[in-house]
């Protein structure tokens, strides 16, 4: 089965630029989605089709997807940015979607 | 605006059924696939299954396959899980969330707040 890689965390001091990788083969094939969770709650999309932002979404967040890997970029990064955050992909070989494992996201 | 909540959750011994339900609002409901999703405890994301929006379709992940059944009512705008021979490792909370007019094209541009299993003797 499809398997997406995730670093278990990174850091970022507030202002700066956070970006969450996630890994898979040939990714760059597919349409990555990221959802972000906030502790207790349920999660929320931020970016759609590898770069798309849902209404709502600030602009400071972004996606790039290519080759074995897909990129959710936080720019100006706010405390209130800390969270758990998924990429996601549908994979059409087992008809399954799949998420990776996760990445916590903490603002110094 | 979108809503959806899901009820039926509680604590089921191990080898029971529980019947999961999700109300949708604020959309078309018959138009769109629907998924659950779970969450165990300090643990990450897992997706369990998706219904397209006629209910022709249906996938599951492997780790539920076989015990659990994904259904739809789309003149009650609901979807249903229904979760047999449970296991404690079932223990999450469960999450429906909406999904794409294809069941490949999205997963989760609105999220219920999500309904507690518990599995234990």
């Known amino acids: 089965s499809y398997v997406l890689t995730q670093p278990p965390s990174v850091s970022v001091a507030p202002g700066q630029t956070a970006r969450i990788t996630c890994g898979g083969n040939?990714?760059?094939?597919?349409?990555v989605h990221w959802c972000q969770q906030k502790p207790g709650q349920a999660p929320v999309l931020v970016v759609y089709d590898d770069s798309g932002r849902p209404s709502g979404i600030p602009e400071r967040f972004s996606g790039s997807n290519s080759g074995n890997t897909a990129t959710l970029t936080i720019s100006r990064v706010e405390a209130g940015d800390e969270a758990d955050y998924y990429c996601?992909?549908?994979?059409?070989?087992?008809?399954?979607?799949?998420f990776g494992g996760g990445t916590k996201l903490t603002v110094l | 605006q979108v809503r959806l909540v899901e009820s039926g959750g509680g604590v089921v011994q191990p080898g029971r059924s529980l019947r999961l339900s999700c109300a949708a609002s604020g959309f078309t409901f018959s138009t769109y696939g629907m998924h659950w999703v779970r969450q165990a405890p300090g643990k990450g994301l897992e997706w369990v299954a998706i219904?397209?929006?006629?209910?022709?379709?249906?996938y599951y992940a492997d780790s539920v396959k076989g015990r659990f059944t994904i259904s739809r009512d789309n003149s009650k705008n609901t979807v249903y899980l229904q979760m047999n021979s449970l296991r404690a490792e079932d223990t999450a909370i469960y999450y429906c969330?909406?999904?794409?007019?294809?069941?490949?094209?999205?997963?989760?541009?609105?999220w219920g707040q999500g309904t507690l299993v518990t599995v234990s003797s």
């Open positions: 219904i397209s929006y006629d209910g022709s379709n249906k």
């Open positions: 996601q992909v549908w994979d059409n070989s087992s008809d399954h979607w799949v």
């Open positions: 969330a909406k999904g794409g007019i294809a069941v490949a094209e999205s997963l989760g541009d609105y």
């Open positions: 040939n990714i760059g094939s597919k349409s």
